[in-house]
């Protein structure tokens, strides 16, 4: 997923703090918030801008452990992880981030879209369970129930799911191109071969890195 993408994603939990290569944000409500909390989180997303993984990690590292219990700061290094090629850690940071924050729902998904494009349909419908076993009311949840038809083999049904989540979503422009794209190449490249689940995980690290 385009970076650009993936920072308004996350804005539904925070509220704006700083300005620069992106929006970066800050949490709302919470008496827990903290200067050097905000700060590492500010220089990891300008890091990850920057394609800088390495110094990324490094605060979101520290970050975390200023705040144990929070999930954001593992959904970060597992979107600065994918960033760099290693899906495999991706996914157990985003695993780690939906222990904590059971409802970030953008963790949900990006861990249910990394799944699908290593060619684990199931495990991405396992984890989509949220969205998927009631009536979609966010657009994260339309498109869920877009790829899911399309896993399927319904391709009117996720053209339907598809163009309203692309209508719900008026937030995130980079997020409803990258999911045109994604919907176009997994159904070009249909299930089941190896070869085919490699092509669709590539295209999915390469739209991380087009920033």
Same mark, same amino acid.
């Given at each position: ?10 804005? %539904?939990? $925070? ?15 919470? %008496?827990?918030?903290?200067? =050097? ?6 220089? !990891? $997303? ?6 800088? /993984?390495?110094?990324?990690? !490094? !605060? ?9 219990? *929070? ?14 090629? &290693?899906? #495999?850690?991706?996914? #157990? ?11 970030? *729902? +953008? ?5 249910? $879209?990394? =799944? !699908? ?5 199931? &495990? ?19 498109? @869920? ?9 319904? @391709?009117?049904? @996720?053209?339907?799911?598809? =163009? ?5 979503? /008026? ?6 191109? *990258?999911?045109?794209? $994604?919907?176009?190449?997994? #159904? ?5 071969? %190896?070869? =085919?689940?490699?092509? @669709?995980?590539?295209?999915? +690290? ?6």
């Amino acid at each position: 997923m385009a970076y650009d993408a993936m920072c308004f994603l996350f804005s %539904s939990k $925070l509220s704006a703090r700083h300005r620069d290569n992106c929006q970066v944000f800050t949490f709302q409500g919470t %008496s827990m918030t903290s200067p =050097q909390f905000d700060d590492l989180m500010a220089e !990891a $997303l300008r890091r990850m801008a920057q394609g800088d /993984t390495e110094n990324a990690d !490094a !605060a979101l590292q520290k970050a975390g452990s200023l705040r144990a219990a *929070d999930g954001l700061p593992h959904f970060l290094l597992g979107a600065n992880a994918a960033q760099a090629g &290693d899906t #495999e850690r991706a996914q #157990e940071e985003f695993r780690a981030a939906l222990l904590l924050s059971p409802t970030l *729902d +953008i963790a949900r998904f990006q861990l249910g $879209l990394l =799944q !699908a494009t290593g060619g684990h349909y199931h &495990d991405a419908l396992q984890t989509w369970a949220p969205f998927l076993n009631a009536q979609p009311q966010t657009y994260l949840a339309h498109f @869920a129930w877009a790829l899911r038809a399309l896993f399927l083999g319904d @391709a009117a049904q @996720a053209g339907r799911y598809l =163009q309203s989540g692309l209508e719900m979503n /008026t937030e995130n422009a980079p997020l409803n191109a *990258d999911m045109v794209n $994604l919907a176009r190449r997994l #159904e070009a490249l249909g299930h089941g071969e %190896s070869g =085919q689940a490699e092509s @669709a995980s590539a295209f999915l +690290i390469s739209s991380y890195r087009s920033a």
